[in-house]
Structures are given as structure tokens and as C-alpha cells.
């Protein structure tokens, strides 16, 4: 089907660096954002609505990619549309309203939360010149009375530009479906409420025809918060929202990963541990709802209490930089970092490192190599929307399968039954399920991968695109067949 599109994310799917004479060039993002929907703007000549960095200024071009192994090596210039903001506009509306207040409330953790009015108005100016760019572009469709004209704005990012645009398209007569996807949990209403400005986030968000979130959970609690907070009309099991003129449509549509991609990637990379111990791995982005803190002590608490396994096992930690800006983030590191050097100290020996940790960006190469090596995959967030590390650390059990220790309170352990779940919050429990999983015999271990694994390859990423597009075309069926009033 022909389509007219128009992605609309934080951040492009490159950042702008200067080169040494002071040309832009395009540095890639790999992130899975990226791998899911540059494909579709590329097929459907679609736009990509974004910022760049701040090294990109307004007197500049966006350079083509030199770089023809790039995911976004085919999406031209010309498709590209930047958003530039000052330092202190980003300061305020990323660091402070995304990350300060909206981050830690969605992962249902309000003690860490801030509010400031500054901030809020900065995220509402943001979101306007999204708002308005995204509109703009829109006016460049074929088309303005199309009914497959579609914009798809990702992320909490951007929660209130839903309304500002449907006002637009709507003012200027012009059709076109909006659709919004979230990455993150949503949190249950007595949460969400938290936020002072929880109604005008849900009344931006009801500017879209379609929201999709990862989890049946995630879902049942927007609606509720419709429900609770702003007195919609709701229908729980068709999942419909009406409230005054609009009507929207929410699903659970949880994404999935490039199996056969990185399944290819486990296959050539290359060794990656030269040591004989057995491999507890984990790769994060430094974030405190990944529960990295709670996995070193649950290690702590694996070697105190099951001695027997010291020396024959290490515990390989990949820490992404994230946020570095923000003072959670930089006291996070330091904490992790102190707790590391005591664990450390404690146990190693002249021949024995318990834990080896990496402060860094890895390769999409070397990371499958670390997957496929690793005999068990740690991975505990607090709480987490979906997490892709356990999908791709099952896709990359190539050859004798590991097994994959999960939190419950991840998106993907809603599904990932095979996998032993564990509350990261415990020590004891962390501790005995690393035993469990270090003690597991082969057959147990391959019985598990398959499941997992057939599952994974399934509900791939393409499946997740099919099932969105399958969504926003039955908006309109959907919303005059069950219709609330
Ligand atoms: C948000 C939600 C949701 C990590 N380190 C390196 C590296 N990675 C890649 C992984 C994976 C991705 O980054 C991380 O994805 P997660 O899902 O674990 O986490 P978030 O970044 O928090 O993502 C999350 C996701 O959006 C998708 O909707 O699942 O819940 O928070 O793909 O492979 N990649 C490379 N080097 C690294 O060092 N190349």
C-alpha cells in the first residue's frame, strides 16, 4: 500500500558532528529506534522529524551518509527535517522535564522525581515547534485528503505535541491520521497523578487516532488514567477512549528485535572471553531503573553464600554512558563504581577478578560475541518498558544455550516465561537464582532457549511493524463500530 509518512522521534536517526574543517558529518545511531523504522522512511520516501545535536546549527545542511553500512544510509536529506534548540532549551526540556520528572515517574519511582514549572513550560515549547515542524512537513504530502497520511511520533518525548498538531491539520482541513508509540512503562493512575501537569499530557495524547505501549498492563493503566484523571468515556475491552469530540484507539503491540540480524552477528564475532570461568553478563545504558546496583549485590550475596563458585565464575558488566548531564546519573556511576571496587576487593584473588566492568560503548559485533559467550544473562531492572538486551541475548544462544535470569518488572519478562524470574529487589533471591541457573543441566537449559527462542523469532521486529500498520488501518473501522455514545 502507498502511505505518506512522517516519523517523528527526540532525537534523528544520526547525530551531526563537525569534521576537522567544520563540516557537518553524519555519526550513526544504532539503537533499535533506529533498526525498526529507518527501513519504513526509506520504503515509503517518508520524513524524520528530529534533533540532530547541538554541533548542527540552522546555517547548515544536512550532509548524505558516507556510510553505506549505516541503517540510515538511504534516507536522503531532503527527508530529513532538523529541530534545533538552544543549549538551555535542552537543558531544561530534556535533562530537566524528560529526564528529571517524566523518566523516573513512567518507571513508577516518584521519590526521584522533580517538578518545575520552568521545565513543564520549556517541554510545552518543545513539543509546539515539533508540533509545527511535523505540520509543515505534512503539508508536503501528495495528497492532504489521503486517508493513509500518517505521522508517527515516538516517545515520551513528546506527549503533548498529539493535540497541538491535530489543531493544526485539523484548522487547515488537511487528513491525516496520528499514531504514538511509547517506549516506556505507563504507570498506574495513583502514580501518573503525581504529575502536575497529568492532565494536559493525556490531553495531548488524546490528539492521536492510535496509542500503542508494549504491555496489556501499560495500556489498562492509560486508560484508567483517562478514566480517573480526566472523566473520559472508556471501553475497556475494545480498549477505546472517547473524551468530547475525539475518539482513540490504544493497543499493546510489544516490539520485538531483528532476530535473524543478530543471529547472523552471533554466527562471525568474534571470542570475546579469553578466560576459562563461566560468563554472568549484563550491558546496560548506566540508568537506575536498570537495577545494576541490585545485580552487584546479589552477586555479593552469591559468592558469600555459595563459596563453592568463586573462581568459576565472573560477573562482565557493560555500562553504556547515559544522561551524563544529570546528577542522578553522575552519582549513579560513582555508586556503582564504589560498590564494584568493594565487591572486587573482597573476593578476588591474585588469579581471580570476580567482576569485570566496561564504561563504554561496545560493537553491535563484539556485543553478540558477548551474548553467544555468556552463560547466563543478568538482567534486573527495577523496571523497564520492554528491554531488548534479553531478546537479543536469546537470538545469539547459537550454539550451548545459556540461560536468562529477568526481572518481572520488565516488559519483556511479562512474556519471557521459560526464563527464571527474579525480584531484583532481594538479594537471596538474585543470589539463588544465579545457582540455579550455574547448576542447570543441559537439557534444561536447551528445553528453555528453544521456547524462548520461537517465541523471539516470531514476534520478531518486522511482526511489530505489520501489527502497527494492521493497527492504524482499522483505526477508523474500529472507532464507528464501537463507538461509545
Ligand atoms: C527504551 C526502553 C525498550 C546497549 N549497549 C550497547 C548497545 N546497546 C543496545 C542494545 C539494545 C539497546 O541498546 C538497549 O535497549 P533496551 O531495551 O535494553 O533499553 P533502553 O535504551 O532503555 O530503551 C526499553 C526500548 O526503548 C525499545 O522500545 O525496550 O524498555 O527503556 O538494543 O543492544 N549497542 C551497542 N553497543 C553497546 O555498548 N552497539
Not at 548542527?56 to 540510515?72: G, H, K, Q, V
Request: aromatic share 12%; proline share 5%; hydrophobic share 40%.
Amino acid at each position: 500500500m502507498k502511505r505518506s509518512l512522517i516519523i517523528v522521534s527526540n532525537r534523528l536517526p544520526f547525530v551531526i558532528n563537525l569534521n576537522e574543517n567544520g563540516e557537518p558529518v553524519r555519526k550513526n545511531s544504532a539503537g533499535g529506534l533506529v533498526t525498526a523504522l529507518a527501513p519504513s522512511v526509506v520504503k515509503f520516501y517518508g520524513f524524520w522529524v528530529g534533533w540532530a545535536g547541538n554541533e548542527l546549527t540552522e546555517d547548515m545542511t544536512i550532509p548524505e551518509s558516507d556510510d553505506p553500512t549505516a541503517i540510515a544510509h538511504k534516507i536522503k536529506p531532503s527527508q530529513i527535517v532538523p529541530i534545533f534548540f538552544s543549549k538551555e532549551t535542552y537543558n531544561l526540556y530534556y535533562n530537566g522535564f524528560c529526564n528529571g520528572s517524566l523518566w523516573p515517574l513512567m518507571h513508577s519511582l516518584p521519590t526521584i522525581a522533580s517538578f518545575k514549572s520552568e521545565q513543564w513550560n520549556s517541554y510545552v515549547s518543545v513539543n509546539e515547534k515539533f508540533a509545527n515542524s511535523t505540520y509543515e512537513t505534512v503539508k508536503k504530502f501528495e495528497n492532504l485528503t489521503d486517508k493513509n497520511n500518517l505521522v508517527w511520533i515516538h516517545d515520551y518525548h513528546l506527549m503533548v505535541m498529539p493535540m497541538i498538531l491535530r489543531n493544526l491539520l485539523d484548522d487547515a482541513n488537511i487528513t491525516c491520521k496520528i499514531a504514538f508509540f511509547l517506549h516506556i512503562p505507563f504507570p498506574s493512575w495513583d502514580i501518573f497523578r503525581l504529575n502536575p501537569w497529568a492532565n494536559e499530557i493525556l490531553l495531548g495524547l488524546l490528539g492521536c487516532d492510535l496509542i500503542a505501549f508494549h504491555t496489556n498492563t501499560y495500556a489498562v493503566n492509560f486508560i484508567d488514567c483517562c478514566y480517573h484523571i480526566l472523566g473520559a468515556r472508556v471501553d475497556r475491552r475494545e480498549m477505546l477512549i472517547e473524551y468530547g469530540n475525539k475518539s482513540l484507539v490504544v493497543r499493546a503491540l510489544p516490539i520485538g528485535i531483528p532476530y535473524e540480524w543478530f543471529e547472523k552477528n552471533a554466527r562471525i564475532a568474534p571470542k570475546p572471553f579469553n578466560f576459562r570461568e563461566q560468563v554472568i553478563f549484563g550491558v546496560d545504558r548506566l540508568d537506575y531503573t536498570k537495577g545494576i546496583i541490585q545485580r552487584v549485590l546479589g552477586y555479593e550475596r552469591f559468592l558469600d553464600k555459595y563459596p563453592e563458585c568463586r573462581e568459576k565464575v565472573v560477573f562482565f558488566q557493560v555500562a553504556v554512558p547515559s544522561r551524563t548531564d544529570v546528577e542522578d546519573y553522575k552519582n549513579l556511576k560513582d555508586e556503582l563504581e564504589r560498590e564494584i571496587g568493594r565487591v572486587s576487593g573482597r573476593f578476588a584473588t591474585a588469579e581471580w577478578t570476580p567482576i569485570k566492568y566496561i564504561y563504554n560503548n561496545i560493537s553491535q559485533c563484539d556485543l553478540a560475541g558477548y551474548y553467544r559467550d555468556a552463560r547466563i544473562a543478568l538482567i534486573t531492572p527495577v523496571r523497564d518498558g520492554m528491554n531488548l538486551v534479553a531478546k537479543e541475548y536469546v537470538a545469539c544462544q547459537i550454539a550451548d544455550p545459556g540461560v536468562l535470569i529477568i526481572s518481572p518488572f520488565t516488559g519483556a519478562g511479562e512474556t519471557m516465561n521459560e526464563a527464571l524470574l527474579v525480584n531484583p529487589l532481594e538479594h537471596d533471591m538474585i543470589a539463588d537464582a544465579i545457582k540455579t541457573a550455574y547448576d542447570m543441566k543441559y537439557y534444561e537449559r536447551k528445553l528453555r532457549m528453544n521456547a524462548l527462542q520461537t517465541r523471539e523469532r516470531l514476534f520478531n521486529l518486522d511482526t511489530w511493524l505489520e501489527s502497527f500498520f494492521e493497527a492504524i488501518d482499522l483505526v477508523d473501522t474500529v472507532k464507528k463500530m464501537q463507538s461509545l455514545n
